[in-house]
């Protein structure tokens, strides 16, 4: 007799407890979800500095796309710097890209750089780059907008295309 008044009482939550269950079986699968999308595809990020600056302010949240379909001049990319600090910078000039700097202009392959981002005058800074550079095979030259406040390419030399993290996608606040 108590069997059946037990099972009785049980009987009456078992919708309930089969809703929660779905909720949470929901919930997880969607985190599940987010974060293979966040860890395999998309990433974020906060702007620490000016070095972007008018184009990127500093606080401001850069989403990237992990997929690598290629770089090209101009883009804006999230990148792990030879000193182990991850930065968002400009593609200037890619493999076998000649980089000069001559009266505070940046030239590539003889151009003068075109980018209405850039801001202040684009001076050599003291590090391993002597000019004219030729980029190397798989790299990448970056400089941030900020010509007179980024530590770039100027300094380091050439990144390797893959320390490149992402192409910048979105901005947030």
């Known amino acids: 007799m108590k069997k059946r008044a037990r099972k009785r009482f049980l009987s009456k939550y078992d919708g309930k407890k089969y809703g929660w269950f779905l909720m949470c079986r929901d919930f997880v699968l969607m985190l599940v979800g987010v974060s293979l999308l966040f860890s395999l595809l998309v990433g974020v990020s906060r702007v620490d500095g000016v070095s972007m600056d ?52 940046l030239y590539v392959n003889g151009v003068p750089e075109e980018n209405p981002h850039a801001r202040g005058t684009t001076l050599p800074q003291t590090g391993i780059v002597e000019y004219p550079y030729t980029v190397g095979e798989d790299m990448a030259f970056l400089v941030g907008d900020n010509r007179e406040g980024s530590v770039d390419s100027r300094t380091f030399g050439s990144l390797l295309l893959s320390s490149i993290r992402g192409k910048l996608i979105g901005i947030g606040g």
């Open 54 to 105: 008018p184009t990127l302010r500093d606080g401001q949240v850069v989403f990237f796309t992990r997929v690598n379909l290629g770089y090209s001049r101009g883009d804006v990319v999230y990148a792990r710097m030879p000193s182990g600090e991850n930065y968002v910078k400009r593609i200037v000039a890619l493999e076998g890209d000649v980089v000069d700097l001559r009266d505070g202009v």
